[in-house]
């Protein structure tokens, strides 16, 4: 690289290089390159050119370094048979190329809500085991992402049993969905009961309804 940068300083000229990148999907770009790391530190710029993992036809080149300004925005380009077509609106981002996240797209909200009402019927009735869920949602095409996007917004809860590398991590919801059905009638003494703890006027109807 010292011959290189000897060259440059000589002629005013800039060295272009280009480097194949390695299977390490989802690693950072600047650690993808294949050959010594120390080509990527040399260099000053580097454009990288990938596509969304999700559709590969969907390409762009990203500016993932920059060391004597800001970094340019994706250019996204397509191949077809009349050769090579430009996108300057493409969805692409540098991390998408890099193979951290798939493009956003407009089904994002639907794979959302599939992944929420998957955790909701898995766990209905009970908790269960981490690793057994992760398994059934690839089944369903439901990414790891997803996936922990709908245990966020259901607010999902986790549970350890056991020690070390033996012990199991369990999701379970937040509630007992089970609970809302367990009670066919409130009787009048039941009702009694729960009157002279609260010391308040209380809807028998809306009482089978909701988790006490």
Known sequence: MSHLRALAEKYNCAIVLIEHLNKNIGGKGLHRGLGSIDITAAARSILMLGSDPGNE???GVAHIKSNCGMKGKVIGFSIGKGGLVWNPNTALTADVIQGYVRAESESSDNKLEEAKEFLEDVLKDGKQSHKDIMVTAKQHSISDATLRRA?????????????GRGSTVYWKL????NAFHSVEKVTPDEEAEILSIFDTPIDAQALKECEI
């Open 57 to 59: 036809s969907d390409k």
């Open 151 to 163: 245990k966020e917004d259901l607010r999902i809860e986790t549970e350890r049993e056991g020690f």
């Open 174 to 177: 937040p509630y007992s969905v």
